[in-house]
């Protein structure tokens, strides 16, 4: 009896250190991700001073959304790499299976978001989503009260969120 308690006890400690390592790389990655980003937003800043305020805005939101996709696809492949694995708790590998399921219901409705938007006659934007709220960067100098209506009412109109949680940020 105490033999099966002490390897119970093993295999338990055993998979709370997994977790917390697999947490810790999602952790280490995300913050490489936006050091990468900040990283790449200012070398490119210094690169095209001369060319004008239109280049440097088309290279944020491209950068952007590069790094998004990039950082999404390294989770996506984290998680993956837990729900294949043999060593993996069935708690693990549902948890896991439910991370992937938010990120990529996320970045559908984040592209979603972003079309609707564009439809609307910006000509960028950037969306990005959590669990408390929704981020829109738009390519304009300024967002007049009718923009920030027709951007919020896609927002609260296409997702769960209500206007107190959506942040609009004009970026030129």
């Known amino acids: 009896m105490k033999n099966k308690l002490k390897k119970l006890g093993n295999s ?7 977790i917390i390592v697999v947490a810790c790389m999602v ?6 991700g936006c050091l990468n980003y900040f990283l790449n937003v200012k070398e490119q800043e210094g690169l095209e001073t001369g060319l004008g305020d239109q280049s440097a805005t088309e290279t944020f939101f491209s950068t952007y959304r590069t790094d998004r996709e ?13 729900i294949a694995s ?3 708790t069935e708690t693990a590998i549902a948890s896991a299976e439910e991370q992937k399921l938010q990120i990529t219901g996320a970045m559908e409705t984040e592209l979603i978001l972003e079309g609707l ?15 408390e709220n ?25 997702t769960d969120f ?4 959506v942040v609009i940020i004009p970026y030129v």
């Open 117 to 131: 938007i564009k439809a609307k006659g910006f000509q960028d934007c950037v969306v990005t989503m959590s669990t």
């Open 70 to 82: 990039e950082t999404r696809a390294q989770e996506l492949e984290y998680l993956d790499e837990i």
């Open 12 to 18: 338990i400690k055993a998979n709370k250190k997994k």
């Open 86 to 88: 043999a060593s993996s």
């Open 27 to 32: 952790a280490l990655l995300v913050a490489t």
């Open 134 to 158: 929704v981020n829109v960067v738009v390519m304009d100098e300024e967002v007049s009260l009718e923009d920030a209506a027709q951007i919020l009412n896609i927002i609260v109109s296409e």
């Open 162 to 165: 209500e206007a107190p949680d």
